[in-house]
């Protein structure tokens, strides 16, 4: 090669060397841009992280409260049905308790007129008894007269 070809090389690859210290300076902005937003993406992936973390840690807190609400459901379901049984009870035993008294006040108003049929044979029986009375003794004044 001459030294023609030499420089000309030279100069090619001083220039070449140039251009890329003049691109790597223009990407170096462009690097630092790209790091500083990398840099902001990795914090936004730990906050989402630390929001995942706190999101499933409430997920398992609602699970929890729902499941113990459910299982209040069913138990308070079960003392409902036990309590309206109770109360289906109580209304047969006060219908019963009605019907008794029903059939003890029928009971009443009868021994009732029995005892005021019983009151008027007794007056009555009295003055039928007044009357063998005086008749009797009339019966014994008859007999000591007519001795």
Known sequence: MADDEIQRGIEFLVQQQA???????????????????????????RGMDERQDTMGETTATLS???????????????????????????????????????????????????????????ITDESRLARLEDSFTMLVELAHKHE
């Open 64 to 122: 929890r409260t729902i499941n113990d609400l459910v299982q209040r459901t069913i138990t308070d379901e079960v003392r409902l049905a036990s309590l309206e049984e109770s109360f289906n009870l109580l209304v047969e035993l006060a219908r019963r308790t009605d019907e008794r008294l029903d059939a003890m006040g029928e009971t009443m108003a009868t021994l009732s007129h029995t005892m005021n049929e019983l009151a008027q044979r007794m």
């Open 19 to 45: 251009k890329y210290d003049a691109r790597l300076e223009k990407d170096e902005s462009r690097l630092a841009s790209l790091e500083e937003y990398f840099k902001m993406l990795v914090e936004l992936a």
